[in-house]
Every structure is written in structure tokens, then in C-alpha cells.
């Protein structure tokens, strides 16, 4: 009977332990297929996954600016694990256009510069007319956006000027001397004057920093709090400067409000009024708001991009999907062609996205962003 019992013991410890083992198997299979396709990949490309340059490879240092996108660029970026193909310009831009042949300049961040996007993606390439130039990099607040605004001034005469004001991190950074270790220009505020602080500026690192809560700092934003009050200041006197700008140059400029990812679901905003330090006064369509409000005074357009766009848009780590490009790039041609003047007979070509090819960038891992 003891040996009956041991027996079925036994049976019953296999049959579990080839379950556990089953499990298991299941649950990494997600990652084997990744790691499998990966490799397969690597092999289609020509033997290997192609290696991602590092950030500071793909920048250099610029007086006043802090850094700027390096010159003639072919290679492969970084973006959480996922690498895309990067091509520059000879002034460091993205984009297949020259900024005297554009008709449209959009100006911002990593949304302008496209990051975690292949060139074929790239929204700025998708259409044929208007011509589109992008003016953006890693890393930029919407300082560092508005003094390439004022240095341009002379390119953009009888153009459509396009700004990307990124919700996640720019309106916060527009207060900050810099981005981790990097110097950059900032705005604070004496008395009730802003002012453009440069002087700060150089190849030094910077001495004490840490990297920030950006869902935290925007939680701030989003409610009643000493934060968003400056942060909005900020903004306005920015985008003041940028209608100057434009006016004087005969330029047209529209805001675009360039929602972060969270914003667009509810689960997502649930977790930005978490981490509010308000959360009874949080209100995510803040932003959008603020900056309407501001721009309404000062006679400039302004567009709540997240009315546009779905949280599907946004890849995981935060930036565009090749169909979130597509998006925008149909909306950027939308808006030129509402504001532009009717040139004799000049139709231009097709504002249809052209085909995206099939092939998605490649997984790697161990990427830091």
C-alpha cells in the first residue's frame, strides 16, 4: 500500500513539475519569438543588428544653444531597445528638404527630430507638398527651440512655422538650466519681466544634477500650483517672442499642443493625478487650455494635437508610431493649405503619405534612451 501511495506520489510530482515546466515555457515564449525575429533580422540586414550610435555621437556643442544634431549623419539611433535609421543634413537637420526650398518649418523637440523613427517614417518625408523641414533635437526645450527661431529668421520668410510644444517635459524645462549634465538656456523671472538666461551656457558639465519625475512634474502642471503658474508664464512670453519673430519675418506660425502619451487614456491620466501633489485640482486638459488662452491674445493659432491622435500613436517609450506620423504629416498639409496664399496655377504635388514600406525597426536590447 506504501508503495501504491509512493507511486501515485510520484506520478502526481511529474505531472505538476511538467506543468510548471510548460508554464514557463509559455511565459517566455514572447521574449524567445523577440530575440528570435531579432536575430533573423540581424541576418536579413546583412549578418548582425545594426549598432546604435551613442547620444553624445549624435551631438555637439553650440554657443548660447547648448548642443545641436551633428552634421551629416548616416547611421542608426537609439530609442529604448528600438533602433532607427538617421540620416542629417550638413547643418545637422532631418529630412530630405532644405530649409530655403520648405515650405512649412516645423520647429521642436524629439518630436521634430523624429526620434524612434526610420527616415522612411520620418514625417517630414512622408508627402510631397508642402515641402516640409524639421527643425528639432533630442533633448530641446522650447528655449533652445526659439533661439534657432530668431537665428533662422531670414529662412523662414513666407512660411507656414509649425512649433511642437511637448506637454511631457518642455513646459518644466523651459525653467531649467539643463538636461542632466548639459548646459542649457533657460527662462526665469524678475519681478514680472521673463528673461532668456544663456550666459550659463559652455562645454562644462553641469555640477549638481539628477534626472527628473517628468510624469510628476506634469501632474504639477496640470493643477493649482505655484509650478503651473510659471510654467504657463513661461510659455507665454515664448510664444510672444516667436509671434514677434515670425510677424517680422512674414512668417505664419500655429502652436501645436503635443500631448504626453499618458494624457490620452484614462488609465494613463488616473496615474498623472497620482502623482500630483494637488490631485483635486488636477486637470489634464490643462495644457491645452493655457496655451489656447495665451495664444488667442497674442492673434496665433493654436492646435491641441491631442485631439488628433490616440493613445496608439505613441509607441511605448513616448514618441510616435510611423502611423502617428502619417497623422501629422496629413495635418501639417491640412494646415498649409489654409493659410497658404494661392500661388498662379501652383498646385504642387500630392499631400498623401506615401507607402510606408513594410519593414518596422529593429529591436535590440540593453538601449538606454
Given amino acids: 500500500m506504501i508503495s501504491f501511495l509512493r507511486g501515485v506520489i510520484a506520478s502526481l510530482a511529474s505531472v505538476v513539475g511538467l506543468a510548471g515546466a510548460l508554464l514557463v515555457m509559455l511565459a517566455g515564449a514572447p521574449f524567445w519569438a523577440v530575440g528570435f525575429l531579432t536575430r533573423l533580422s540581424g541576418k536579413i540586414r546583412g549578418g548582425r543588428v545594426p549598432e546604435a550610435l551613442p547620444w553624445p555621437e549624435l551631438l555637439q556643442f553650440e554657443p548660447e544653444i547648448g548642443w ?40 521642436g523637440d524629439s518630436f521634430a527630430f523624429g526620434h524612434a523613427t526610420d527616415d522612411d517614417d520620418f514625417f517630414a518625408d512622408l508627402i510631397d507638398r508642402p515641402r516640409i523641414k524639421a527643425v528639432g ?42 538636461l542632466l549634465e548639459y548646459r542649457r538656456p533657460f527662462v526665469r523671472e524678475s519681478g514680472d519681466v521673463w528673461e532668456v538666461v544663456t550666459e550659463h551656457v559652455s562645454t562644462d558639465p553641469w555640477p549638481f544634477w539628477e534626472e527628473s519625475d517628468f510624469p510628476a512634474r506634469l501632474g504639477e502642471i496640470c493643477s493649482t500650483t505655484l509650478l503651473s503658474l510659471r510654467a504657463f508664464g513661461a510659455a507665454r512670453h515664448l510664444i510672444a517672442r516667436a509671434a514677434t519673430v515670425c510677424r517680422e519675418a512674414g512668417a505664419t506660425l500655429i502652436v501645436v499642443g503635443v500631448p504626453e502619451g499618458w494624457q490620452l487614456s484614462e488609465s494613463g491620466r488616473r496615474r498623472l493625478q497620482e502623482r ?94
Fill in 276 to 369: 500630483a501633489p494637488d490631485p483635486e485640482s488636477f486637470d489634464s486638459g490643462k495644457p491645452d487650455r493655457a496655451l489656447g488662452e495665451a495664444c488667442a491674445r497674442l492673434g496665433v493659432r493654436f492646435v491641441a494635437l491631442g485631439r488628433h491622435l490616440t493613445r496608439s500613436d505613441y509607441l511605448g517609450e513616448g514618441h510616435w508610431t510611423p502611423d502617428g506620423n502619417g497623422k501629422v504629416a496629413r495635418l501639417v498639409a491640412e494646415w498649409w493649405t489654409e493659410v497658404r496664399r494661392p500661388a498662379d496655377g501652383d498646385v504642387g504635388g500630392s499631400t498623401e503619405p506615401r507607402p510606408q514600406r513594410p519593414e518596422v525597426a529593429t529591436p535590440i536590447e540593453g538601449g538606454a534612451r
Fill in 68 to 107: 545641436r544634431n551633428r552634421p551629416r549623419v548616416d547611421g542608426y539611433g537609439d530609442a529604448q531597445g528600438v533602433v532607427y535609421r538617421i540620416t542629417t543634413d550638413p547643418e545637422g537637420w532631418r529630412g530630405h528638404v532644405a530649409l530655403a526650398d520648405a515650405d512649412v518649418v516645423v520647429l
Fill in 137 to 178: 533635437a533630442n533633448g530641446y526645450n522650447m528655449v533652445q527651440e526659439l533661439l534657432w527661431l530668431e537665428r533662422l529668421a531670414d529662412g523662414i520668410r513666407g512660411k507656414l512655422v509649425v512649433w511642437l510644444a511637448y506637454y511631457g517635459n518642455d513646459l518644466y524645462e523651459n525653467l531649467v538650466p539643463n
